[in-house]
């Protein structure tokens, strides 16, 4: 699960950390969201380091994204620890006015809070009506503990210990949402952990994203998968084309649909049967795929572009088969001109207009070069491409294309891990929705 630990600005910031090892050790996808003032007390660097995942505090920063709104989405639980008297009395209030409490005010996951404060400063009534205000608006404040405060004072207002907010922060999530079964009462539920399969690209962390368990998770969901590879049309014959065979692109519709997702798979001359049960369009050239993407991904949750796009075509295409003339040793020249970018392309368009897939998926097939290995190369086209996930498959002559086994490492926008799947297609696209599916809750 994915978990926004909310900092507040008190000396017990620094079991905060402590808070943050006990959900990454447990195998959660943790982000740490301090507020500017927590930052007096312990350094970004920490909770950068400690999360694996970058840290801000304003919602000025990576404005494209919307970054509260999308933290917001993707949170499984917010847990504030310490929430101090002021952090409370903003989000008692409904301020927004730094990126946690933007999140907070924009969330649907459940926020636990655990207060810390001097006893003078908890007893106030202004504090007891902020929590009490909080309590009615369905945040989980629990109660402070007793102890040892900063400086000579003892009493209550002693933040609890780390061990105690996750215990009470796992039992509200286990609770949540009302009625529905959660994950974590599942028997047999064990919490995400690394998945490490041994490739010839080590993950930079040692845990991966973590791997959503249980059946029928994409129930609800609308996903668009493009499979196969283009072909670019010279004379009514001839066409350049690529190795794709779709094998990957329909290993996806298929775990998509096993795992109750709605699927739209847009097949580019696909080698290989279209599973049952999913939507099918054809299209045969860069264009027409753009085209039929551009139609169907609107409303969907996630758009997975694994299909093999070409980057050119011909300049021109010739109406009759192109001839050699006899005798003669002359060969034509073929004239080419740049494809759109389909995937750069929808990118662009839901940054600009807000419309578009929730999640946009890319495929970068990558042999390397002589100065840069093929996972430099995938993270240099994460950035370029702008999508939120790349799937980057290491392709050689034998690898890759046409085969059932696959290697794919999925880069990520949202986090530095950088998990490796391995095994058959079709394994390897289940652990790649599993993932995902994490990233387009509720
Ligand atoms: O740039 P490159 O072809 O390696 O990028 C691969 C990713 O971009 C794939 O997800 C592919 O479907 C997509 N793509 C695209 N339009 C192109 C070329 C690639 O959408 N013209």
Redesign the pocket.
């Known amino acids: 699960m994915r978990i926004i630990v909310g900092i507040g600005g008190g000396i017990a910031a620094y079991k905060a950390v402590m808070l943050l090892r006990l959900f990454a050790k447990d195998g959660h996808e943790v982000i740490a969201m301090p507020t500017e003032a927590a930052l007096e007390f312990v350094g970004k660097a920490t909770f950068e380091a400690l999360s694996g995942n970058p840290v801000s505090t304003s919602v000025f920063e990576r404005v494209p994204e919307v970054n509260h709104v999308r933290q917001a989405e993707l949170a499984d639980a917010i847990v504030i620890a310490p929430a101090t008297a002021d952090l409370m009395s903003r989000l008692a209030a409904g301020r927004c006015d730094d990126l946690l409490s933007a999140t907070v005010l924009t969330t649907h996951a459940p926020v636990i809070m655990a207060p810390a404060m001097h006893t003078q400063m908890w007893e106030h009534p202004a504090t007891q009506t902020n929590v009490q205000t909080l309590r009615e608006l369905g945040y989980h404040v629990i109660e402070p503990a007793v102890g040892r405060l900063t400086g000579p004072g003892s009493g209550v207002g002693r933040m609890p210990e780390p061990e105690d907010i996750f215990e009470a922060a796992q039992r509200v999530i286990a609770e949540f949402p009302k009625g529905e079964q959660h994950p974590s009462q599942i028997p047999g539920y064990t919490p995400t952990r690394p998945v490490h399969t041994g490739s010839a690209e080590e993950p930079s962390s040692s845990f991966a994203l973590g791997v959503e368990p249980g059946p029928g998770i994409l129930a609800g969901k609308h996903i668009v998968i493009?499979a196969g590879g283009t072909r670019e049309a010279l004379d009514p014959v001839r066409f350049l084309g690529n190795r794709s065979t779709g094998k990957q692109g329909v290993a996806l519709a298929q775990a998509a649909r096993d795992l109750g997702a709605s699927v739209h798979l847009i097949g580019a001359n696909l080698e290989v049967p279209a599973p049952e049960g999913v939507q099918v369009t054809r299209v045969v050239s860069?264009r027409e795929l753009?085209d039929a993407v551009l139609e169907a991904q609107n409303n969907a949750d996630m758009l997975i572009?694994?299909?093999?796009?070409?980057?050119f075509r011909p300049a021109e295409y010739v109406e009759y088969k192109i001839k050699k003339i006899a005798d003669s040793s002359d060969a034509p020249t073929i004239q080419l001109v740049r494809?759109?970018?389909?995937?750069?392309?929808v990118v662009e368009r839901r940054q600009k207009t807000g419309t578009g897939a929730r999640l946009i998926?890319?495929?970068?097939?990558?042999t390397g070069s002589a100065e840069r290995t093929p996972l430099e190369l995938g993270r240099e086209?994460l950035v370029r491409?702008g999508?939120d996930f790349?799937a980057l498959n290491t392709v050689g002559v034998n690898q890759g294309f046409g085969t059932d086994e696959n290697t794919i490492t999925l880069l990520s926008s949202f986090t530095d891990r950088e998990p490796v799947f391995s095994g058959s297609k079709q394994v390897v696209s289940d652990q790649i929705l599993r993932t995902l599916a994490q990233y387009v809750k509720p």
């Open positions: 493009t860069a753009r572009m694994s299909a093999a796009v070409a980057d494809n759109p970018d389909i995937l750069r392309e998926v890319g495929f970068a097939a990558e086209k491409k999508c790349l």
